[in-house]
């Protein structure tokens, strides 16, 4: 199955201690969320969480910036269902 769908990225302005710091709509469905970390290196990234009852298991990805303007890379992996 492909799932190929247009996704906005939105800041939550008031993030709380352990709330997401953005979440992802498609249209008005929100289908993830996210929240800024820092790497053991000292580097930010943010940690992603997307679901969707579509998908077979939710998908957990990580977004790094590149160093150039406006380009991020994306490194993600999918749960295990049992």
């Not at 939550?12 to 969320?33: C, K, Q, R």
């Not at 943010?46 to 939710?58: E, G, Q, T």
Request: cysteine-free; glycine content about 10%; charged content about 20%.
């Amino acid at each position: 199955m492909r799932l190929n769908t247009k996704a906005k990225f939105v800041p939550l302005e008031a993030a709380g201690n352990s709330g997401p710091d953005f979440v992802f709509f498609a249209g008005f469905v929100e289908i993830g969320a996210a929240w800024k970390k820092t790497s053991q290196e000292g580097r930010p990234y943010i940690s992603v969480k997307l679901d969707d009852p579509s998908l077979a298991a939710s998908i957990y990805a990580s977004l790094h910036g590149d160093g150039a303007a406006g380009e991020f890379s994306l490194i993600w992996a999918r749960s295990q269902v049992k």
